[in-house]
């Protein structure tokens, strides 16, 4: 038996066969031509059967597939049409006098690079499109495939240098008990798919797969990331153990839908969801979370081919606001900056877009941009509970020209005899050192906080998240930013205010007891997280949680 081991990528466990996939790895090199129009005749075949090709997958999944997988594939079907996109690659072939295969390599280079320095999740992602259909692209012009058919007779376990979505969206998920590659990030749309279709996934086992042959036993660990060649008896019976225990694991949890999220001693904490797009809501709702803690507005500008209008934004906050029931919504404003950029929203390359014109600094830019968003909330005010958080703030003076744009609002909203809620509250996220230090004057002017810890962590420990040499920095939560959360809680605290945290960090199980100590009131965390988080809280005895974290902060 070979035990290897990498990153997990999608959770479960598998028990298959193996099925390697032909090498989708393709690589081109330079070659001058000739005849630059005919190279350019060959590019725009193989591009129009790349789009032809996605568009079939697209309507032969159309009756499966949910709403995530399908708008990855209009997204790839979007970038394959974006003309600045593909003016890069015709300059190429025609500047350069090379050939297709080449100035695809260049434009796929030139993009990933610019979106791989991005610290945003959704920027990132966007790289990954990037890197599928220039991989398509390049496998048209150079004649390679990759073809699965399923085996009738076995469960099988695809092993390939990674796939890409639309090829993970074609898989027969009866016949596919787990994916593993060689390349590819836990941020790669396959993975998250995987993650969707419930298929266990692991990444990055580099040239640990090469032992691996066709029709090999393999057992697949997506929770550790752990995979088993051609197990031994003992190894099986870990793998029914495992595979019954977490059958009662997901038993147990559904047992605390409709209770309440109430620790041994008494203390009652609220636990809401995280979303990004209209098709979270439903997994929201699923795993009883209390409402939602953050709703990322951006992605409703990223998916859109041009910048949203009010009415297109209103229909799309009343929708959210309605398929809630009357739980409580708290809508994040545009949080875009370089790092996460519309083509609609032009802003001039930065050293560093973590730290750039992004968030609240961005939308105080683009005051039309901004005042079109907030005019478009307050309208949706009345369908449903809502809560308006800014993003990025780092000055008492943006929360307060935040403000004034909302008394604007609120005066032609008037003005047209507009019905909209008049005390909407209005709160901020804590993302970096200086609001978290001035958060105590802060509070003087805000209804609510809440912690994004993702990017208040980076800026704190000055280590850029998707830097995987610092990655050691957040394998333990570091003392400077739990005591920074437990300043900014307590100077909250003082003015009657309210502390969230909606960052990765409130999702961790493992970091609940700790939160709370630390003066946290509400978590709202990714949808699938919310009932074992709540199972946490339920077996708490928070006057035990404080005694550890006074001690780990250094207090006693």
């Not at 092993?159 to 016949?175: K, N």
């Amino acid at each position: 038996m070979k035990v290897m081991k990498a990153t997990p990528a999608s959770k479960g466990i598998a028990l298959g066969q193996a099925r390697i996939l032909g090498d989708s790895f393709v690589d081109a090199v330079c070659v001058r031509v000739e005849d630059p129009r005919a190279e350019l005749a060959r590019f725009r075949k193989a591009h129009d059967d790349a789009l032809e090709d996605l568009k079939k997958v697209y309507e032969r999944a159309s009756g499966t597939m949910d709403e995530d997988t399908a708008n990855i594939l209009q997204t790839q079907m979007f970038l394959l049409r974006d003309k600045g996109f593909l003016h890069e690659i015709t300059n190429i072939i025609s500047g350069m006098k090379v050939n297709a295969e080449f100035a695809v390599k260049m434009a796929e280079e030139r993009y990933t690079r610019m979106f791989s320095s991005m610290e945003n999740e959704y920027m990132n992602a966007r790289c990954t499109d990037i890197k599928d259909i220039c991989l398509r692209l390049s496998r048209l012009l150079m004649g390679h495939t990759v073809e699965w058919t399923p085996n009738r007779y076995a469960q099988e376990i695809l092993i390939a240098r990674e796939l890409m979505p639309s090829e993970t969206v074609d898989l027969d998920v009866s016949a596919v008990s787990a994916i593993l590659t060689k390349e590819g990030s836990i941020m790669s749309h396959s993975a998250i798919l995987a993650r969707t279709m419930n298929i266990p996934s692991i990444v990055g086992l580099g040239s640990q797969l090469d032992a691996v042959n066709d029709g090999d036993v393999l057992i697949v660990d997506g929770d550790t990331g752990t995979v088993y060649l051609n197990p031994d008896e003992a190894t099986y019976a870990q793998f029914d153990k495992k595979k019954e225990e977490l059958y009662e694991t997901q038993q147990r949890l559904r047992e605390y839908i409709g209770k309440p999220s109430v620790t041994k001693d008494g203390v009652k904490v609220v636990i809401r969801g995280n979303g990004a797009v209209v098709e979270d809501l439903e997994r929201i709702k699923l795993n009883d979370a209390e409402g939602i803690g953050l709703f990322r507005s951006e992605f409703l500008y990223m998916r859109s081919t041009s910048l949203p209008t009010e009415e297109e934004q209103f229909l799309c906050y009343k929708n959210i606001l309605e398929s809630m029931d009357g739980k409580p919504v708290t809508i994040r404003t545009l949080d875009v900056g370089s790092d996460k950029e519309g083509s609609y929203i032009q802003i001039p390359p930065e050293q560093n877009p973590a730290m750039g014109f992004r968030g609240m600094r961005l939308g105080l830019w683009h005051r039309d941009v901004y005042k079109t968003q907030i005019k478009a909330l307050y309208r949706a005010s009345v369908y449903g509970p809502l809560s308006i958080m800014f993003p990025m703030i780092s000055t008492l003076d943006e929360v307060l020209q935040g403000k004034e744009i909302i008394k604007e609002v609120q005066a032609e909203l008037d003005a047209d005899g507009i019905p909209y809620v008049k005390d909407v509250p209005v709160g901020i996220m804590i993302e970096t050192p200086a609001a978290a230090l001035i958060s105590d004057i802060l509070a003087k002017h805000v209804d609510f906080f809440s912690v994004g810890t993702n990017d208040l962590t980076q800026y704190v420990l000055a280590a850029d998240r998707m830097n995987s040499r610092l990655s050691y920095l957040y394998e333990d939560i570091h003392v400077a930013v739990l005591r920074l959360i437990k300043f900014s809680a307590d100077c909250i605290h003082r003015e009657g205010k309210k502390i969230s945290v909606c960052g990765e960090m409130g999702s961790q199980r493992s970091m609940t007891a700790m939160l709370l100590a630390l003066g946290v009131d509400e978590l709202s965390v990714n949808p699938a997280a919310v009932l074992e988080i709540r199972e946490t809280i339920c077996n708490l005895d928070m006057r035990e949680a404080k005694e550890q974290a006074d001690k780990l902060l250094g207090m006693k």
